[in-house]
């Protein structure tokens, strides 16, 4: 595959002549796999995090940088006096389990 052979040779002239290469993509896989760095841009051009991929997809700020990434487990919740609710499209839903300490303190 050309593209992916296109990949490797940047990540391989980058890692050699240790030059800085800026590469725009909107493949999460791709940009996860040859960066040292990357910027998430929110459609406005702002940037929403800056960092190694890694960390990104470990501690993405917000949920658009968690949904951009490709990450699908996000669950709105609100927290109102110590107590947490799930958000549904109509209501909220108090969580039935004690709080993780955590979000307790």
Same mark, same amino acid.
């Given at each position: ?38 910027? !998430?841009?929110? $459609? ?8 190694? $991929? ?5 501690? $993405? !700020? ?13 669950? $709105?919740?609100?927290? !109102? ?25």
């Amino acid at each position: 595959n050309l593209r992916e052979e296109m990949r490797f040779e940047i990540k391989r002239l980058q890692e050699e002549t240790g030059v800085t290469i800026i590469y725009v993509s909107h493949d999460q896989d791709v940009a996860l796999s040859i960066a040292n760095r990357m910027a !998430v841009l929110d $459609p406005h051009g702002k940037i929403r995090q800056l960092g190694e $991929p890694e960390d990104l997809f470990k501690n $993405p !700020v917000d949920s658009y940088v968690y949904r951009f990434l490709g990450l699908s487990n996000f669950i $709105p919740v609100e927290l !109102v006096e110590n107590k947490l609710y799930v958000q549904e499209e109509t209501e909220s839903i108090p969580f039935p389990y004690p709080l993780p300490r955590k979000l307790n303190q």
